[in-house]
């Protein structure tokens, strides 16, 4: 049983640019939870997503960001417009049910926005 | 609100001594509690949680962890370190009044001297 995929593991883009990360999260899992991790500090929420629903985007900042999870594919974290402070790594996780179940993490995203 | 302060960003100790890394937390509610590990470069691994039974938590890699109430604490012990923990450490918090959020602690650079 694969672990959940994250892809790609490095992105540069240049500011004004769109990025896109990709989580496929473990077979059986229907929950994702995207975190964000600025160097030096710890993980924050950002969104907890449930197969074609976003159940809690509170962590989201308002603009330029979005996720989905479509109901065939791998959930999607997009940020457009990027700008320097973006620059971070992003991890994905998954678990099969909701609550607080173990969630099983990524390798993670690293960012880099020149 | 929710919060999981980690004492030390950084804790030294030497190959074959104890281990021990602090974490208290505020809830206003009993919490979910975990520790994960972070290796360079990697995501996130559960090393074990407590979810109400048994105060004292066994994990992988022969790290445990005791909830104390009292002291609102989950420290994470190990007793003898081995070079191979050399890692970041991660406690998170969930409250069993939400159903996904874990809150997280900013981490602990686990050092390890020869």
């Known amino acids: 049983n694969a672990g959940v995929m994250q892809n790609p593991r490095h992105l540069v883009r240049r500011r004004g640019q769109e990025a896109r990360l990709r989580c496929s999260p473990m077979?059986?899992?229907?929950?994702v939870y995207w975190y964000r991790q600025l160097p030096e500090e710890g993980l924050k929420f950002m969104v907890y997503?449930?197969?074609?629903?976003?159940?809690?985007e509170s962590g989201m900042p308002k603009e330029r960001f979005s996720a989905e999870f479509p109901k065939e594919g791998p959930s999607i974290l997009r940020i457009q417009q990027v700008v320097r402070g973006d620059s971070a790594a992003y991890f994905c996780?998954?678990?099969?049910?909701?609550?607080?179940?173990?969630?099983?993490f990524g390798p993670g995203t690293r960012l880099t926005v020149l | 609100a929710q919060s999981v302060t980690q004492l030390g960003s950084h804790v030294s100790v030497s190959e074959g001594a104890l281990v021990l890394l602090r974490c208290n937390y505020s809830?206003?509610?009993?919490?979910?509690l975990f520790w994960y590990v972070q290796y360079p470069n990697q995501g996130l691994q559960l090393l074990l949680k407590?979810?109400?039974?048994a105060t004292l938590v066994k994990g992988i890699n022969g790290f445990e962890a005791e909830f104390k109430k009292s002291e609102t604490s989950f420290h994470l012990t190990k007793p003898s370190a081995h070079m191979s923990d050399a890692a970041e450490y991660f406690c998170?918090?969930?409250?069993?009044?939400?159903?996904?959020?874990?809150?997280w602690g900013a981490g602990t650079k686990l050092i390890i001297k020869p």
């Open positions: 996780a998954s678990s099969p049910i909701g609550g607080n179940d173990e969630q099983f």
């Open positions: 077979k059986g899992h229907s929950h």
């Open positions: 997503l449930q197969k074609e629903n976003i159940i809690d």
């Open positions: 809830s206003s509610v009993p919490p979910y």
């Open positions: 407590y979810t109400s039974a």
């Open positions: 998170a918090v969930s409250e069993r009044t939400s159903n996904y959020q874990l809150i």
